[in-house]
C-alpha cells in the first residue's frame, strides 16, 4: 500500500539534545512538508521540499533543520535551539511542485522534553 | 493576508442529527479548498478538495460545498464513528503554503 510513515510514534528530548524525527513516503510524491500542530491551534508550516536537494523554510523554521537528498525521505532534526519543542509534529506529501494538489499526510510523532 | 476561520469550534449532535460545519476564509486568488478528517492522536485523512464556487462534493454521509467566501461541511444523520476533528485549509495564488483553521471538534452521542 501507498502511503506516509513516520517514526517514532513518540519521542523524548532531554534539554540540549537534537533530536531527528523521519518521514518516509512511496507515492512517488515531489513536494514534501512538515507541520507543527499544537492544542487549538491550526497547522503551522516549518520545512517544504518542491524536488530532492532543495527546501525551503516556512513560518517557524527557527530551532529546526531538514534534509532531502532522496524523494523519499525528508528527515527533521529539532534541535537544542528550540526551546518549546513539545508538540506534534506532522509530515505531508503532494504531487504537485507550488499546485494546488492535494497534501496527504502521515500519522504523525509526538515529541516531548524530559 | 490569507485567513480561515472555523466554526463552530466544538458541536455536540445527537445521532442522526444533522448539521454543518463553516469555513470562512479570505484569499487571494483560490486555487484549492482541502477538508480534511482528524482523529485524536493520528495524521489529519483528506476528505475533499474544491477548486471554485459552486462546486459540491460527496462522501457517505459527508458533503462539501463551496461559495466565493465561505465553504460547508453537511453532516447527514451522522454516526458516533464520525467523531474527530474536521480541518478546512486554503491555498491561494499568493503564497507556496496551504493555510489552516483551528478545526471543529465534532462529537455525536449514541
Known amino acids: 500500500d501507498g502511503g506516509i510513515t513516520q517514526s517514532p510514534k513518540y519521542l523524548f528530548r532531554k534539554e540540549g539534545q537534537n533530536v531527528t524525527l523521519s518521514c518516509e513516503q512511496n507515492?512517488?510524491?515531489?513536494?514534501m512538508y512538515w507541520y507543527r500542530q499544537d492544542p487549538g491551534q491550526g497547522l503551522r508550516l516549518i520545512y517544504y521540499s518542491q524536488i530532492v536537494n532543495d527546501f525551503q523554510k516556512g513560518d517557524i523554521a527557527e530551532g529546526y533543520s531538514v534534509s532531502r537528498e532522496k524523494k523519499e525521505s525528508f528527515p527533521l532534526t529539532v534541535t537544542s535551539a528550540q526551546k518549546n519543542p513539545t508538540a506534534f509534529y506532522l509530515c505531508?506529501?503532494?504531487?504537485?511542485?507550488?499546485?494546488?494538489?492535494?497534501?496527504?499526510f502521515g500519522p504523525g510523532t509526538r515529541l516531548l522534553v524530559l | 493576508e490569507d485567513q480561515v476561520t472555523q466554526s463552530p469550534e466544538a458541536l455536540r449532535l445527537q445521532e442522526g442529527e444533522s448539521s454543518s460545519l463553516n469555513c470562512s476564509y479570505t484569499?487571494?486568488?483560490?486555487?484549492?479548498l482541502f477538508w480534511y478528517r482528524q482523529d485524536p492522536g493520528k495524521g489529519p485523512e483528506f476528505l475533499f478538495t474544491?477548486?471554485?464556487a459552486g462546486e459540491e462534493k460527496e462522501k457517505e454521509r459527508l458533503k462539501a460545498t463551496l461559495t466565493k467566501k465561505e465553504s460547508f461541511l453537511h453532516i447527514t444523520a451522522p454516526k458516533p464513528e464520525d467523531s474527530a476533528t474536521y480541518l478546512c485549509?486554503?491555498?491561494?495564488?499568493?503564497?507556496?503554503?496551504?493555510?489552516f483553521g483551528s478545526g471543529t471538534r465534532l462529537l455525536v452521542r449514541p
Open positions: 484569499v487571494s486568488g483560490l486555487r484549492g
Open positions: 507515492l512517488n510524491h515531489d513536494a
Open positions: 485549509a486554503v491555498h491561494g495564488d499568493s503564497s507556496y503554503k496551504l493555510i
Open positions: 474544491l477548486y471554485s
Open positions: 505531508a506529501s503532494s504531487s504537485a511542485r507550488g499546485g494546488s494538489e492535494t497534501q496527504y
